[in-house]
């Protein structure tokens, strides 16, 4: 983690502080974060929140005591598969 010090006016640091104790219970890095996250664009953000889901899904399966390559391989088989089957599906909905 980065530590970061901004010089700002009187104002806006009492204001953020009041954000940061309302909305964040006075988390000053996680105000700064939402402020940050608000002003990225939307594909910016879309990887943002892709990349926090892999990291909950890793964090899940290793929770769950991992898996094998094989175990990885197979749920991989299984997903094309599937994904075979609903794009025929919707072929045949045309």
Known sequence: MTELVLKVDDILAEKFKEVSLQRFEGDDALT?????????SNDDLDMIRFEQIVEQ???DIEAAGGMTDKEIDACIATYRKEKRARGKELEGRH
């Open 32 to 40: 700064f974060e939402f402020a940050l996250k608000s002003l990225l």
């Open 57 to 59: 899904i890793q964090d």
